[in-house]
């Protein structure tokens, strides 16, 4: 028997535990009833012992009732057997005590009844365990045939026999309702199988369902709320399902919305109202016929209306295609202005270098073919005076100004474009060379000469141009343009305001440039500066108050270089700097050997002012040298002064404060401004040579002389003459006041182991 069956058959045993209380309960009456009569000790244990086990029973009977299930059918089988056996010797018991006590045919009939009723029960009650039942009612029917056997009477004894065919009924019966409960129980439990399949079955549908709800309003909710347009179509063009969004970014009113609406209705109506496709033919062609054969594509589409939509089309199984739609505009556009930044410069909106090499290397495919192009360098003229003078804001707008009138000046096939700083390039195309390249120079230099308006400055500029002209100058854009630069620093150098064409000198005069610029990187390690000193002469004293020094460069190969070959590309290259640090050095050094109190004078770089290590270098110098600070004079131009005033000014003062002395060298050319004699208070104004020159001759120069004198002596400084060269020009110069002067009339520059034979004779020759 399975286990299944097994613990049914005994649940129905557990199955009524009401009649078990009942049977208990008319039992332990019938014996108390017996016990009332005889009075008898022995039966009234037995009352008591048929109470407790009723109770038993029922105690057991419950507990079953509460723990079905959780406790091994066998074991309460079991206790089932061992209480209705106990039980059932309390009647037998019962019986036998009272046949052998008394002869009272009353209590014999209840005894009788109470055993023959309650056997007959048992069988019904015990029908899923006939063993148990049988063996009860044997237990009660068997010890009352005994008793009535020998009680001796005949209906007595007729009654014993009775009662053991009784008993072979009862235990007939019992298997034959074993079987039929057996059947039933069979049934009953397949039927409960069948439904526990179906329920579960109907659990597992109900759960697939709901599952398939959920994920369908997770689909519905996703297709609601996408950030695009989504439709689906039949392989023949018919609208399946869309989402708002699709709706919404075609304007499609409720009709078209419908399923079956046709694709080509969609279209008609977006094409009406502005926002079908740029291209529709190319449209229908390209892309809808792609996904009527079941391809897929992704791509972007303009819209009439000027938006750009990315579209894209994945086939579905069994035909047709499912399509979403994005606005990229925005994008789009976006993309489209940081490839265009990239290209351009921010400030005039010319392309940058990057655009006009792509723009020249094309332009250079024409020329392969046989066309002749030109490329045009342009460097304003004066700019960095502008720049500087009257602030960067003025500044920009003068090269947005510039790029203006560039534009102006261009062909429509030509493109300008800003290099960087105030340097911008052409390239001419579609015109005879070098006579097209000529005519544009002329216009470009006369468009920028005109003066500009801005901020209410007038602002007078110029431009140097450099030409080089393909195929002739070269086939590569970075060939040409470097001609073309080639070209620009010779213009510059001959002058300005003017253009020259490229020509073979031009390369060999850079490539010697870049040698000298090569062996100037190496000089300063090699030790190959050295310093020469020039005596300035007191002219009330006779006496030399200082020596200026002066850099010169002695290279192994090209011998002596002057200052001029070598200063303005080391202020080009970024060497300035370290080679002014190392003339302080030497000059402080040279001038500690010197006898007190003669000076020695520096000449200082804007470069060096804009570094901000100059104070630095100074103190380091002193420092190291032992020269006091009021035997340095630190020489510096007026172009120093139009470089951050601020700064400047607080160097100066800085400088001056620790006891060196600051003269303005090169007094009355360049951007002279009296304002800055009296921003701060300078030891020396130096007179430039260009104004001696001419003296005593030429009036003009007499008068500024003269002016500058008697502007030093109002306000406390001295005034020393450069480049003296006569004794007549020396005599004007001490008519006309002024304190100092040095020049070749008293000695040229000098090595410094020269300088105190030097001092010793000019002393000599100012005395007689």
């Excluded at 809808?288 to 994945?314: C, K």
């Excluded at 009330?540 to 001029?564: D, F, T």
């Excluded at 601020?646 to 951007?671: N, P, Q």
């Amino acid at each position: 028997m399975s286990p299944e069956v097994h613990g049914a058959l005994v649940d129905l045993v557990y199955a009524s535990p009401g009649s078990v209380a009942l049977s208990g309960s008319i039992a332990s009456i019938a014996i108390g009833a017996i016990a009332w009569t005889t009075a008898d000790p022995i039966i009234i244990v037995l009352l008591l012992a048929g109470v407790t086990i009723a109770f038993a029973r029922i105690l057991i009977v419950l507990t079953y009732r509460v723990a079905r299930g959780g406790i091994d059918p066998l074991g309460w089988e079991r206790r089932y057997e061992a209480s209705s056996l106990a039980f059932a010797c309390v009647p037998a018991a019962t019986c036998l005590r009272a046949f052998s006590l008394t002869t009272d045919g009353g209590v014999h009939l209840l005894v009788a009844g109470l055993t023959i009723g309650y056997a007959g029960a048992i069988i019904g009650r015990g029908a899923a365990r006939p063993r148990t039942a049988v063996a009860q009612a044997a237990l009660m029917l068997l010890p009352l045939a005994w008793a009535c056997s020998w009680y001796g009477a005949l209906t007595y004894q007729v009654l014993s026999v009775l009662l053991v065919f009784f008993l072979l009924a009862l235990t007939s019966v019992a298997h034959g309702l074993y079987e039929a409960t057996l059947r039933t129980t069979l049934t009953r439990l397949e039927n409960e199988g069948v439904v526990a399949e179906l329920q579960a079955r109907n659990r597992a549908l109900q759960l697939v369902e709901a599952q398939r709800r959920q994920h369908a309003e997770r689909f519905n909710a996703a297709v609601a709320n996408m950030s695009q347009g989504l439709a689906m179509f039949s392989a023949s063009g018919a609208l399946l399902v869309c989402n708002l969004r699709y709706s919404d970014l075609y304007g499609l009113p409720e009709h078209l919305r419908w399923p079956g609406t046709m694709l080509d209705e969609i279209l008609a109506f977006r094409m009406q109202t502005g926002s079908g496709p740029a291209d529709p033919n190319g449209f229908r062609s390209q892309h809808v016929a792609r996904a009527t054969r079941g391809e897929a594509s992704v791509y972007t589409l303009p819209l009439q209306d000027g938006r750009t939509m990315r579209i894209s089309h994945q086939p579905l199984t069994g035909g047709g295609w499912v399509t979403t739609h994005e606005d990229v505009t925005e994008a789009v556009r976006a993309e489209a202005l940081i490839n265009y930044m990239a290209t351009h410069d921010a400030l005039t909106d010319l392309p940058n270098r990057a655009e006009f090499r792509d723009r020249l290397i094309a332009a250079l495919s024409r020329a392969k073919r046989g066309e002749s192009i030109a490329v045009l360098c342009l460097d304003l003229d004066r700019f960095k005076a502008v720049n500087d003078g009257l602030g960067h804001p003025v500044g920009d707008r003068l090269l947005v100004a510039v790029a203006d009138r560039l534009r102006t000046a261009l062909r429509e096939h030509d493109a300008v474009a800003r290099l960087g700083g105030d340097e911008f390039a052409i390239v001419q195309v579609g015109v005879a060379q070098p006579t097209g390249a000529t005519v544009l120079a002329e216009r470009v230099i006369e468009a920028l000469s005109a003066p500009f308006e801005l901020d209410g400055h007038q602002i007078v500029i110029g431009t140097s141009v450099g030409l080089a002209v393909a195929p002739h100058d070269g086939l590569e854009p970075d060939d040409l343009l470097r001609s073309a630069d080639m070209a620009l620093y010779r213009a510059k150098a001959d002058g300005k305001g003017i253009f020259r064409f490229f020509e073979a000198s031009m390369d060999a005069a850079m490539q010697a440039r870049r040698s000298l610029e090569t062996d100037l990187r190496l000089a300063l390690a090699r030790g190959e500066f050295v310093l020469h000193y020039q005596p300035i002469v007191d002219l009330r004293s006779g006496q030399v108050n200082a020596c200026e020094a002066l850099l010169r460069w002695r290279h192994p190969e090209r011998g002596m270089v002057s200052p001029l070959d070598f200063i303005g590309l080391a202020e080009e290259i970024g060497l300035i700097v370290p080679i002014g640090e190392w003339v302080l050095r030497q000059a402080c050094a040279d001038a500690a050997a010197w006898p007190a109190p003669v000076r020695v004078a520096v000449n200082v770089s804007p470069a060096q002012f804009r570094g901000q290590s100059l104070v630095a270098a100074v103190y380091g110098a002193l420092t190291t040298s032992g020269l006091p600070a009021a035997r340095l004079e630190l020489e510096i131009t007026e172009a120093v002064m139009l470089e951050n005033t601020e700064a400047t000014l607080a160097t100066l003062t800085r400088l001056k404060d620790m006891g060196a002395r600051i003269a303005m060298d090169d007094f009355g050319t360049g951007y002279s401004s009296l304002s800055y004699l009296r921003t701060f208070p300078f030891d020396k104004i130096k007179i430039d040579g260009s104004f001696i020159r001419n003296l005593p001759g030429e009036a003009d120069a007499l008068a500024i002389v003269r002016a500058i004198s008697g502007l030093g002596e109002s306000l406390g400084m001295t005034t020393t003459a450069e480049g003296v060269e006569t004794a007549d020009q020396l005599d004007s110069l001490k008519a006309e006041g002024c304190r100092e002067v040095q020049g070749y009339l008293f000695s040229r520059p000098i090595p410094n182991e020269n300088v105190s034979e030097a001092l010793a004779a000019i002393g000599i020759r100012s005395a007689a």
